[in-house]
């Protein structure tokens, strides 16, 4: 009887190895993959930064496997957006990955050497740009005024002063 099963069962493994090539089961494998491809990226939350300069920056992502991706390799792709405090990425499975980005808000305007800079709440300078909105922002210059403006703001606030 273990005779008879060992005969059938080596008739298969013959047939198997013989019908199949290596290419088959390349072609096979990235099939296998496909199914968790990446197609949608959504990105949520953003007033200041525009969705397509987040989408552009993480295009390589796509067709990409969904159970690779994580969220230090977008922050990594991501640092040289500005205004960009931090981001949250979920899966919504098959293909879709959600991005909730955080910003930083303008407190300022500041001249350093006849150049306009924006200055954020993290005491980062950015270099102004027309289409931010800026109505309202306080106008700053003077020798190291990035730093010593955020410690005034925050005297503001602590004091409850209006902005």
């Known amino acids: ?92 499975y098959p293909n879709t990955i959600k991005i909730k980005l955080y910003e930083t808000k303008p407190v300022a305007i500041l001249f350093k050497k006849n150049d306009k800079y924006l200055l954020d709440n993290l005491s980062n300078l950015i270099v102004f740009k027309k289409e931010i909105n800026v109505v309202g922002l306080p106008v700053v210059f003077g020798e190291n005024a990035e730093k010593y403006f955020q410690i005034f703001f925050s005297l503001l606030e602590i004091n409850g002063f209006p902005k």
């Open 1 to 92: 009887m273990k005779r008879v099963y060992r005969i059938v069962i080596l008739f298969f493994l013959l047939i198997f190895l013989s019908t199949y090539t290596q290419t088959n089961f390349k072609n096979f494998s990235k099939n296998k993959n496909s199914l968790f491809q990446i197609k949608n990226i959504e990105v949520t939350n953003n007033t200041i930064i525009s969705s397509n300069k987040i989408i552009e920056k993480i295009s390589y992502l796509y067709e990409k496997n969904i159970f690779f991706i994580n969220e230090k390799s977008l922050n990594k792709s991501l640092e040289t957006v500005n205004f960009l405090e931090k981001i949250e990425v979920k899966k919504k």
